[in-house]
Each structure stands twice: as C-alpha cells, then as structure tokens.
C-alpha cells in the first residue's frame, strides 16, 4: 500500500495525507460494501495518530479559503437510516487561519493520547469507524474535504480473570437427554473451542449433528431494538445414530474465520455483538432439537 493517500475533488485543489509511520505501520484489508477491499492503516487504542496533510492548489491560480483544518473523528453509522450518525471522538486542529493558497503546502499534525475505546466494525446494520477528516472551508464556493478510514483493534491487556468451563443439559422427556460441555466460556480469536457431547438417553432416531457459530448483532434500544442474525460457520460433529453412553468429541478452530470479532457490548449505548455456540441434532424425520449457548470472544 502507498503511504501517500491523496484526494482530488474537482479542479481547485488536491488533499493528502501521510502518516508519519506509513513505511513500517501495519494495513488491514476491508471489505467494503460495494464488494471491493480496502486496505487501511491499523492502530491500537493508545497510538498516536501523527503525519503530514499536503495541500496542493491546481497549476497557477490562487484558492480564496476561510481556514484549513484537520480532524480525528470516530463515528457510528446506523446503515438502514444514513442520517442517522454518532460522533463518539471529535478533535480538531487548525492548520491554517482565513486567507490564500497557492502551490503546495504542507502541515504536520498529531493526535496525541487520543481516545479510541471502541473497536472498528463493519456489520450488518452498523459501522464503527475512525477517520482523519482534511477540510479547505471556502466562503462561497463550497469546502474541499478528504477522509482517510484508518483501523483500530482494542485488545485486551492480559486473559480474562474468570474463564469457567460450560456444562448443560437438554432433552426431550423419555426420549432423549445429552450433556454437553465446552472447556471454556470466553475464547481469543484464534482460540480452539473444546468439548464433548455425551449421549444419556436416546430413543430417537438421530441421523445428523452439526455445531454452528452464530453471530447477533442488536441496535437501538428498548421497543426499537433490532436483531439480525448470521451464520459465520457451520461444521457436521456426527453422521449417523448415537447410542447411549456415546462421546462425540468437538474441536472448532476459530482463527479460519475472518469475519469474527471480538464480543461488543452495549457500544456507546448503540450497538451490541455478541456469539453463539448453536448445537443441532436432526432425526430421520427431518425434526430439528438444538442448544444454544453465548460464548465471549475477544482479541487478544
């Protein structure tokens, strides 16, 4: 990726900006919703965000402005409604008080300690995202702007205190009864979910198992909240009938799933993701019996 990255809007000017770190700073690839990905710049919550802004007025003329200025701004994004937006994180620094441009110039600037809890997202229904905004105000014309989307990843400083094992039960009364445990609650993104299934009781005919992955993602709030559920991945755990006193073993590794994210809660009292363990078992009737169970992820 070029550490230079440059917007050209209309004939007046070109905006660009380069992070000072651009040659050695890591990128992440994001899928965008029109299909195309994009490379960004990733940053941990406590890194500054520090380079240079270029403005570059086309050939000879001179561009009349009311002041230059650069911002880091972190935003949620409602997708179904685009006017509806959040700004969690808004700094500014003026680069350039009211006056003319012509030829180049160029302006450091830092963001220096600034605040980024949030993870960035990009889901079904909401966008988190960080960006440095450039702005030439003009008085009548209308302003110049260029946003640069960079990423942010908020990891945890060390494991989680408590990480209990998940133990439950589920059946159909003289039909069917199953303990199913998992060696933890809470997993790293690369982490390998571990279990065992065990068959108490089966009087059913039991054809298929499978284990699926479930992402739910929750907007809004009270009455207006809204849910929308995907299936990140599904994987068949058994082919053909258990009998009674069977273990059949899980093992999930998580890290080929690049669409996971670490569990969000309550994001700025807007957005919430949170994951499902989802056990099915289908019998030769095609009748469906399944389990579901929370799990916490988190990056580590």
Known sequence: MASMLSSVLGSAARLVVKFSDADTRQTVSVRQSDGRDEEQY?????????????????????????????????????LQDRSNTYEFTSLVRELEPPGELSGSKAYPFEFNQAEKNYESYDGINVRLRYFVRVTVNRQYSGKITHEETIRVFVSLPEEPE????IKMEVGIEDCLHIEFEYNRSKYHLKDAVLGKIFFLLVRIKIKHMEIAIIKRESTGTGANTYNESETVAKFEIMDGAPVRGESIPIRLFLGGFDTLTPTFRNVNNK??????????????????YFKQQEITLYRK
Do not use: C, P, W
């Open 42 to 78: 990733l940053f941990s919550a406590t890194d500054n965000i520090t380079g240079m802004v270029e403005v570059e007025v086309q050939g000879s003329r001179k561009l009349e402005h009311t002041g230059v200025k650069v911002e880091l701004i972190g935003m949620i994004e409602m």
């Open 162 to 165: 408590t990480n209990n094992s």
């Open 271 to 288: 957005f919430s993701v949170k994951y499902f363990l989802n056990l099915v078992l289908i019998d030769e009737e095609d009748r469906r």
